[in-house]
T-cell receptor, first 114, second 111 residues
Framework: ETGVTQSPTHLIKTRGQQVTLRCSSQ?????VSWYQQALGQGPQFIFQ???????GRGNFPPRFSGLQFPNYSSELNVNALELDDSALYLC?????????????FGPGTRLTVL | SQQGEEDPQALSIQEGENATMNCSYK?????LQWYRQNSGRGLVHLIL?????REKHSGRLRVTLDTSKKSSSLLITASRAADTASYFC???????????FGGGTRLMVKP
Protein backbone atom coordinates (compact mmCIF):
# COMPACT_ATOMS: atom_id res chain seq x y z
CA GLU A 1 0.00 0.00 0.00
CA THR A 2 1.29 3.43 -0.93
CA GLY A 3 0.45 6.53 1.08
CA VAL A 4 -1.67 7.89 -1.78
CA THR A 5 -5.40 7.98 -1.16
CA GLN A 6 -8.26 8.74 -3.52
CA SER A 7 -11.92 9.49 -3.00
CA PRO A 8 -14.51 8.41 -3.73
CA THR A 9 -13.86 4.75 -4.57
CA HIS A 10 -16.78 4.49 -6.95
CA LEU A 11 -19.02 7.06 -8.57
CA ILE A 12 -21.98 6.90 -10.92
CA LYS A 13 -22.97 9.98 -12.93
CA THR A 14 -25.14 10.73 -15.94
CA ARG A 15 -24.12 12.34 -19.20
CA GLY A 16 -23.69 16.09 -18.99
CA GLN A 17 -23.02 16.15 -15.27
CA GLN A 18 -19.82 17.33 -13.63
CA VAL A 19 -17.59 15.33 -11.30
CA THR A 20 -14.73 16.08 -8.89
CA LEU A 21 -12.26 13.41 -7.87
CA ARG A 22 -9.79 13.88 -5.03
CA CYS A 23 -6.29 12.66 -4.30
CA SER A 24 -4.02 12.99 -1.29
CA SER A 25 -0.38 12.53 -2.17
CA GLN A 26 2.21 10.63 -0.23
CA UNK A 27 3.96 12.61 2.48
CA UNK A 28 6.89 14.61 1.10
CA UNK A 29 5.72 14.44 -2.53
CA UNK A 30 5.11 17.72 -4.37
CA UNK A 31 4.08 16.31 -7.73
CA VAL A 32 0.76 14.71 -8.63
CA SER A 33 -0.17 13.15 -11.96
CA TRP A 34 -3.61 11.99 -13.09
CA TYR A 35 -4.32 9.09 -15.43
CA GLN A 36 -7.41 7.66 -17.09
CA GLN A 37 -7.54 3.90 -17.55
CA ALA A 38 -10.27 2.45 -19.74
CA LEU A 39 -11.17 -1.20 -19.24
CA GLY A 40 -8.52 -3.53 -20.61
CA GLN A 41 -6.09 -0.74 -21.51
CA GLY A 42 -3.07 0.92 -20.01
CA PRO A 43 -3.32 4.21 -18.12
CA GLN A 44 -3.34 7.38 -20.22
CA PHE A 45 -1.73 10.55 -18.87
CA ILE A 46 -4.18 13.40 -18.30
CA PHE A 47 -1.98 16.03 -16.65
CA GLN A 48 0.57 16.68 -13.93
CA UNK A 49 0.69 19.30 -11.19
CA UNK A 50 3.90 20.47 -9.59
CA UNK A 51 3.83 22.96 -6.74
CA UNK A 52 0.27 24.01 -7.56
CA UNK A 53 0.93 24.66 -11.27
CA UNK A 54 0.04 22.48 -14.25
CA UNK A 55 3.26 20.93 -15.52
CA GLY A 56 2.30 19.02 -18.62
CA ARG A 57 -0.89 17.77 -20.18
CA GLY A 58 -1.83 14.78 -22.27
CA ASN A 59 -4.29 14.61 -25.12
CA PHE A 60 -7.43 15.43 -23.15
CA PRO A 61 -9.96 18.21 -23.84
CA PRO A 62 -10.25 21.33 -21.66
CA ARG A 63 -13.30 19.93 -19.85
CA PHE A 64 -10.72 17.93 -17.90
CA SER A 65 -9.20 20.34 -15.41
CA GLY A 66 -7.32 20.10 -12.17
CA LEU A 67 -6.07 21.80 -9.07
CA GLN A 68 -3.26 21.23 -6.64
CA PHE A 69 -3.45 22.70 -3.14
CA PRO A 70 -0.68 24.01 -0.87
CA ASN A 71 -0.59 20.67 0.96
CA TYR A 72 -0.03 19.05 -2.49
CA SER A 73 -3.35 17.24 -2.51
CA SER A 74 -5.14 17.48 -5.84
CA GLU A 75 -8.50 17.44 -7.58
CA LEU A 76 -9.52 16.31 -11.04
CA ASN A 77 -12.65 17.95 -12.42
CA VAL A 78 -14.50 16.71 -15.46
CA ASN A 79 -17.32 18.79 -16.93
CA ALA A 80 -20.02 17.77 -19.38
CA LEU A 81 -19.48 14.07 -18.79
CA GLU A 82 -19.64 11.73 -21.78
CA LEU A 83 -20.19 7.98 -21.84
CA ASP A 84 -16.55 7.45 -22.88
CA ASP A 85 -15.40 9.10 -19.67
CA SER A 86 -16.32 5.88 -17.87
CA ALA A 87 -12.98 4.60 -16.61
CA LEU A 88 -10.70 4.09 -13.62
CA TYR A 89 -9.06 7.39 -12.68
CA LEU A 90 -5.69 7.05 -11.03
CA CYS A 91 -3.58 9.63 -9.35
CA UNK A 92 0.09 9.20 -8.62
CA UNK A 93 2.50 11.26 -6.56
CA UNK A 94 6.27 11.58 -6.79
CA UNK A 95 9.12 13.57 -5.24
CA UNK A 96 9.82 15.66 -8.29
CA UNK A 97 9.48 15.97 -12.04
CA UNK A 98 12.92 14.67 -12.92
CA UNK A 99 11.71 11.80 -15.07
CA UNK A 100 13.66 9.42 -12.89
CA UNK A 101 11.17 9.14 -10.09
CA UNK A 102 8.95 6.27 -9.14
CA UNK A 103 5.32 7.24 -9.20
CA UNK A 104 3.24 6.03 -6.27
CA PHE A 105 -0.31 5.29 -7.30
CA GLY A 106 -3.51 5.51 -5.35
CA PRO A 107 -6.18 2.78 -5.57
CA GLY A 108 -8.21 4.75 -8.12
CA THR A 109 -11.74 6.04 -8.50
CA ARG A 110 -14.01 4.05 -10.79
CA LEU A 111 -16.33 6.42 -12.63
CA THR A 112 -19.37 5.14 -14.48
CA VAL A 113 -21.24 7.52 -16.77
CA LEU A 114 -24.75 6.45 -17.74
CA SER B 1 -1.11 6.82 -28.62
CA GLN B 2 0.86 4.53 -26.37
CA GLN B 3 4.64 4.55 -26.30
CA GLY B 4 5.06 0.98 -25.19
CA GLU B 5 3.36 -2.14 -26.41
CA GLU B 6 3.48 -5.33 -24.41
CA ASP B 7 3.56 -8.81 -25.80
CA PRO B 8 1.79 -11.11 -25.20
CA GLN B 9 -1.45 -9.41 -24.25
CA ALA B 10 -2.34 -12.38 -22.06
CA LEU B 11 -0.32 -15.21 -20.56
CA SER B 12 -1.47 -18.23 -18.58
CA ILE B 13 1.06 -20.47 -16.83
CA GLN B 14 1.29 -22.99 -13.99
CA GLU B 15 2.72 -22.11 -10.61
CA GLY B 16 6.48 -22.64 -10.58
CA GLU B 17 6.94 -21.82 -14.25
CA ASN B 18 8.70 -18.71 -15.50
CA ALA B 19 6.78 -15.86 -17.14
CA THR B 20 8.31 -13.61 -19.75
CA MET B 21 6.71 -10.41 -20.95
CA ASN B 22 8.06 -8.14 -23.65
CA CYS B 23 7.70 -4.43 -24.25
CA SER B 24 8.54 -2.33 -27.28
CA TYR B 25 8.72 1.45 -27.36
CA LYS B 26 9.07 4.06 -30.05
CA UNK B 27 11.25 6.98 -29.00
CA UNK B 28 14.57 7.34 -27.20
CA UNK B 29 14.36 6.99 -23.44
CA UNK B 30 16.32 7.76 -20.28
CA UNK B 31 14.79 4.86 -18.41
CA LEU B 32 12.03 2.30 -18.59
CA GLN B 33 9.86 1.18 -15.72
CA TRP B 34 7.67 -1.83 -15.07
CA TYR B 35 4.51 -1.66 -12.98
CA ARG B 36 2.07 -4.24 -11.74
CA GLN B 37 -1.70 -3.84 -11.28
CA ASN B 38 -3.98 -6.21 -9.39
CA SER B 39 -7.49 -6.46 -10.87
CA GLY B 40 -8.28 -2.82 -11.65
CA ARG B 41 -6.59 -1.32 -8.62
CA GLY B 42 -3.65 1.06 -8.33
CA LEU B 43 -0.34 0.35 -9.97
CA VAL B 44 2.72 -0.71 -8.01
CA HIS B 45 6.21 0.13 -9.21
CA LEU B 46 8.36 -2.98 -9.70
CA ILE B 47 11.65 -1.91 -11.20
CA LEU B 48 13.37 0.88 -13.17
CA UNK B 49 16.14 0.24 -15.67
CA UNK B 50 18.22 3.10 -17.05
CA UNK B 51 19.16 3.43 -20.70
CA UNK B 52 22.81 2.63 -19.94
CA UNK B 53 21.88 -0.62 -18.19
CA ARG B 54 21.30 -3.90 -20.01
CA GLU B 55 19.98 -6.05 -17.19
CA LYS B 56 18.65 -5.56 -13.69
CA HIS B 57 17.46 -7.96 -10.99
CA SER B 58 15.10 -7.55 -8.07
CA GLY B 59 14.18 -10.71 -6.19
CA ARG B 60 12.44 -13.02 -8.66
CA LEU B 61 12.30 -10.29 -11.30
CA ARG B 62 14.79 -9.87 -14.10
CA VAL B 63 14.51 -6.99 -16.55
CA THR B 64 16.51 -6.55 -19.71
CA LEU B 65 16.75 -3.51 -21.95
CA ASP B 66 17.93 -3.38 -25.56
CA THR B 67 17.97 0.26 -26.65
CA SER B 68 19.08 -0.66 -30.19
CA LYS B 69 15.86 -2.64 -30.63
CA LYS B 70 13.83 -0.33 -28.40
CA SER B 71 12.62 -3.28 -26.37
CA SER B 72 12.58 -4.59 -22.84
CA SER B 73 11.59 -7.84 -21.21
CA LEU B 74 10.38 -8.73 -17.74
CA LEU B 75 11.02 -12.25 -16.48
CA ILE B 76 9.32 -13.54 -13.35
CA THR B 77 10.96 -16.73 -12.17
CA ALA B 78 9.27 -19.49 -10.17
CA SER B 79 5.88 -17.82 -10.50
CA ARG B 80 3.26 -17.97 -7.76
CA ALA B 81 -0.51 -17.66 -7.86
CA ALA B 82 -0.08 -14.28 -6.14
CA ASP B 83 1.79 -13.01 -9.23
CA THR B 84 -1.52 -13.02 -11.12
CA ALA B 85 -1.93 -9.41 -12.26
CA SER B 86 -1.47 -7.09 -15.22
CA TYR B 87 2.04 -5.90 -15.95
CA PHE B 88 2.83 -2.62 -17.73
CA CYS B 89 5.97 -1.06 -19.07
CA UNK B 90 6.19 2.72 -19.01
CA UNK B 91 8.54 5.42 -20.22
CA UNK B 92 8.87 9.14 -19.57
CA UNK B 93 8.85 11.77 -22.29
CA UNK B 94 11.91 14.03 -22.68
CA UNK B 95 10.43 16.65 -20.36
CA UNK B 96 10.18 14.00 -17.64
CA UNK B 97 6.60 14.90 -16.78
CA UNK B 98 4.53 12.42 -18.74
CA UNK B 99 4.69 8.69 -18.09
CA UNK B 100 3.38 6.70 -21.06
CA PHE B 101 2.17 3.15 -20.51
CA GLY B 102 1.77 0.25 -22.84
CA GLY B 103 -1.38 -1.82 -23.06
CA GLY B 104 -0.18 -4.38 -20.54
CA THR B 105 0.21 -8.15 -20.27
CA ARG B 106 -2.43 -9.94 -18.25
CA LEU B 107 -0.72 -12.79 -16.41
CA MET B 108 -2.61 -15.63 -14.83
CA VAL B 109 -0.69 -18.12 -12.68
CA LYS B 110 -2.67 -21.26 -11.96
CA PRO B 111 -2.04 -23.03 -8.65
Amino acid sequence: ETGVTQSPTHLIKTRGQQVTLRCSSQSGHNTVSWYQQALGQGPQFIFQYYREEENGRGNFPPRFSGLQFPNYSSELNVNALELDDSALYLCASSYSTSGEDTQYFGPGTRLTVL
Amino acid sequence: SQQGEEDPQALSIQEGENATMNCSYKTSINNLQWYRQNSGRGLVHLILIRSNEREKHSGRLRVTLDTSKKSSSLLITASRAADTASYFCATYNNAGNMLTFGGGTRLMVKP
